[in-house]
Nanobody
Framework: QVQLVESGGGLVQLGGSLRLSCAAS????????MGWYRQAPGKERELVAD???????NYADSVKGRFTISRDNAKNTVYLQMNSLKPEDTAVYYC?????????WGQGTQVTVSL
């Protein structure tokens, strides 16, 4: 199994920025997809952004132009830079690692955007 540890969540005002980090317990050099998902109260978990081991990215329409996903394979870490945050971005954010062998989730980190 791949252990994932998220960090960087917190409380931020409307229009502010946060950077989430997700550290994996093993090398992420192999073929895989790492992503960030979020779940707001009363809503289903949804994809925010993901990135392949080759660097190809994919974003939800709601965050395009505001969020940037990146990865540092040497540090086994994936990042989510979140700018121009809105109250509707408030959710628990989860990191995911998906490969042929594994499908692992982090414990989640809370992001709260206030007016």
């Amino acid at each position: 199994q791949v252990q994932l540890v998220e960090s960087g969540g917190g409380l931020v005002q409307l229009g502010g920025s946060l950077r989430l980090s997700c550290a994996a317990s093993r090398s992420i050099f192999s073929s895989n997809v790492m992503g960030w998902y979020r779940q707001a109260p009363g809503k289903e978990r949804e994809l925010v952004a993901d990135i392949t081991s080759g660097g190809r990215t994919n974003y939800a329409d709601s965050v395009k132009g505001r969020f940037t996903i990146s990865r540092d394979n040497a540090k086994n870490t994936v990042y989510l830079q979140m700018n121009s945050l809105k109250p509707e971005d408030t959710a628990v954010y989860y990191c995911n690692f998906r490969s042929v062998v594994f499908n692992s989730w982090g414990q989640g980190t809370q992001v709260t955007v206030s007016l």
